[in-house]
C-alpha cells in the first residue's frame, strides 16, 4: 500500500532532480525542462496532500500550476527562439546582452 511518505519522497526527488538539472546545465532549452519538472514535483504534492485530507483545493492549485507552466513554456520558447537567431547559440555561457 502506498501512502503519502512514498508520494512526497517521489516528489522531493524528482524536486531534487530539477534543482540540480537547472544548477549544473548550460542549454536554456534543458535548463526550462528541469524548471518544468519543479513544477510537477510541486503538482505531485498538491496532489498527494489533496488526497490525502480529502480536499479538491490541491487539484484547483495544480490547474492553475499548469496554467502558469504552460505560458512559461510558450513565453520561455519564444524568448529561445529569438536568442538563437540573434546569438546563433542557446548556450547561457555564451550568450551576453552586453555584447553584440
Given at each position: 500500500?502506498?501512502?503519502?511518505?512514498?508520494?512526497?519522497?517521489?516528489?522531493?526527488?524528482?524536486?531534487?532532480?530539477?534543482?540540480?538539472?537547472?544548477?549544473?546545465?548550460?542549454?536554456?532549452?534543458?535548463?526550462?525542462?528541469?524548471?518544468?519538472?519543479?513544477?510537477?514535483?510541486?503538482?505531485?504534492?498538491f496532489?498527494?496532500?489533496?488526497?490525502?485530507?480529502?480536499?479538491?483545493?490541491?487539484?484547483?492549485?495544480?490547474?492553475?500550476?499548469?496554467?502558469?507552466?504552460?505560458?512559461?513554456?510558450?513565453?520561455?520558447?519564444?524568448?529561445?527562439?529569438?536568442?538563437?537567431r540573434?546569438?546563433?547559440?542557446?548556450?547561457?555561457?555564451?550568450?551576453?546582452?552586453?555584447?553584440?
Open positions: 500500500m502506498l501512502t503519502i511518505n512514498h508520494f512526497l519522497a517521489l516528489s522531493a526527488i524528482l524536486f531534487v532532480i530539477g534543482v540540480v538539472g537547472v544548477l549544473t546545465r548550460r542549454n536554456v532549452i534543458v535548463i526550462m525542462m528541469c524548471i518544468e519538472l519543479m513544477l510537477n514535483a510541486v503538482n505531485l504534492t496532489i498527494s496532500f489533496a488526497y490525502y485530507l480529502g480536499d479538491m483545493t490541491g487539484h484547483v492549485f495544480v490547474f492553475m500550476v499548469m496554467a502558469v507552466a504552460a505560458a512559461e513554456a510558450a513565453v520561455g520558447l519564444a524568448i529561445v527562439m529569438a536568442l538563437f540573434n546569438r546563433e547559440t542557446v548556450d547561457v555561457d555564451r550568450v551576453s546582452l552586453l555584447k553584440h
